[in-house]
């Protein structure tokens, strides 16, 4: 066991070009001042999808937190995450590169999970990650909610303080687990210890996933529907109800003005699965996922799928007195792996030149003004087949072009984004000459991978 986690993280580290010691010295860094830097608070939902919120449709999904956190901020409408499946998706977030690039291609689960899937029993915290280097600078950092950088099934898996966290509670981790109603509490007691230096906080909910938690109060205003959005609705309104007391506790301590707040999803909603004899909202118990009934906002494709609808996610940034209230960015090219570089910059670091970041600053985009993205996205889906939506494994955004392949099968599809924004018509055969460009374009990137 201990050799082959060895021989992983060996190969891990030669995918990365600087080492966590290089990292570590910031003396050419340009340090901004306490006061000029904002806190940073990350809340990334699980399996919420980009149709789930109302503010983008959803017809019985009720957000009143969320819509008045788009007023007040940004809605980017084209944000993409890298991976679609949470591990990898929060490892692009962590590491500030795609997940494939650390092997890291499916949930963290069993060891024989890992062997079958050719990943590792973790992600390495020895890796040049975004808490060690916001820590670094200076920020408190804190981790409440989901983790599953590790899995609960690794006994000896490494803990939240060896990625960089001063502070953490948790579930999908080694160890005492905390229960999910605990995750925007135990944020909110953070911020109030330490209101007075700068923070970052990862707040990753439970919410949307599986088992579904409902509890009476967030059931009863939604008794007109039936039992399937009842249920969704119930979570996602318990949800929305933990971020408004983010938001209420920021403007209590006056200090709503000089924190960043981004709220997304780790991938696509997933698909609805049968009832189950446990399934009763009576018992109190955790309901499957016969109640999974997210929504895409019309994008095709649900969570594992490569396709719009698991990849592309809600993305709203707020940050009063900084980003404009009210707009709706449709044009901005977005990607999670921009987190990295971009909470960097806000901090007022520059990363080492040595360290390959997948992701480019937002920063620009983030303040309202043009964002011309420069490096391609890249994405790799190592899952089955099953449902039609899920037969690509290999894509690669660059520009207007979306391009999906799958070697095995010969298939390949192509998309102008900016003109057909939910992926319904491929345009391969009117494209041949961008087809062979961004098809070399993601077999190179694919054989560069370790």
């Known amino acids: 066991m201990i050799g082959r986690r060895d021989f992983l993280r060996a190969g891990l580290a030669a995918g990365v070009a600087s ?21 940073i608070i990350f809340i990334f939902a699980d399996d919420w999808g980009y149709g789930d919120l109302g503010v983008h449709g959803s017809p019985f999904c009720k957000t009143p937190h969320l819509d008045r956190m788009a007023r007040e901020g940004i809605d980017f409408q084209q944000f ?8 990898p998706s929060r490892t692009a977030v962590m590491a500030g590169q795609f997940p494939a690039r650390h092997c890291i291609h499916q949930h963290f689960a069993s060891v024989e999970h890992h062997r079958r899937a050719g990943m590792p029993d973790w992600l390495d915290p020895r890796l040049p990650l975004l808490p060690k280097q916001l820590k670094q600078a200076g920020y408190a950092t804190g981790h409440f909610g989901k983790w599953h950088l590790t899995n609960r099934h690794i006994p000896d898996a490494p803990l939240p303080p060896e990625y960089g966290f001063d502070e953490y509670g948790a579930f999908n981790l080694p160890g005492v687990q905390i229960k999910t109603a605990e995750t925007c509490p135990r944020a909110v007691d953070f911020i109030r210890r330490h209101k007075d230096r700068p923070f970052f906080i990862n707040v990753w ?27 969704y609705a119930a979570v996602v309104a318990e949800a929305d109800a933990g971020i408004g007391a983010i938001f209420s506790t920021l403007q209590e301590l006056g200090i709503d003005e000089n924190t960043l707040v981004i709220f997304s999803s780790d991938n696509g909603p997933e698909w609805t699965g049968k009832r189950r004899d446990q399934d009763d909202i009576s018992t109190g118990r955790g309901l499957g996922t016969y109640y999974s009934v997210g929504q895409t906002g019309g994008l095709k494709g ?4 490569l396709f719009a609808g698991g ?21 901005s090219v977005l990607t999670a792996v921009d987190l990295f570089p971009t ?14 970041l997948d992701g480019e600053s937002i920063v620009a985009a983030l303040k309202g003004r043009r964002f011309q993205r420069t490096k391609p996205i890249h994405w790799e889906w190592r899952g089955g087949h099953g449902p039609a939506f899920l037969w690509p494994h290999l894509g690669i955004r660059d520009g207007k ?13 192509l998309y102008d984004i900016e003109s057909d924004w939910a992926e319904t018509t491929n345009v ?16 190179t990137w694919k054989e560069s991978l370790p």
């Open 302 to 305: 649900q969570k594992r799928s």
């Open 343 to 356: 909470f960097f910059e806000l901090a007022g670091q520059s990363p080492p030149p040595d360290l390959q």
């Open 80 to 87: 993409t995450v890298n991976n679609p499946v949470c591990s």
């Open 205 to 231: 909910l439970h919410e949307t996933h599986t088992p579904h938690y409902p509890l009476k109060q967030y059931l009863e205003p939604f008794q007109h529907l039936e039992e399937q959005q009842r249920v």
């Open 401 to 413: 072009w979306k391009l999906l392949v799958n070697q095995e099968l010969e298939r390949t599809e």
């Open 311 to 331: 990849v592309r996610v809600p993305f709203i940034a707020r940050w009063p007195g900084v980003i404009p209230e009210g707009r709706l960015d449709r044009t």
């Open 19 to 39: 080492t966590v010691g290089g990292l570590l010295s910031t003396g050419d860094s340009a340090v901004a001042s306490p006061k000029a830097r904002p806190n």
């Open 428 to 443: 391969a055969q009117a494209n041949p000459d961008v087809v062979k460009t961004l098809t070399q374009k993601a077999l």
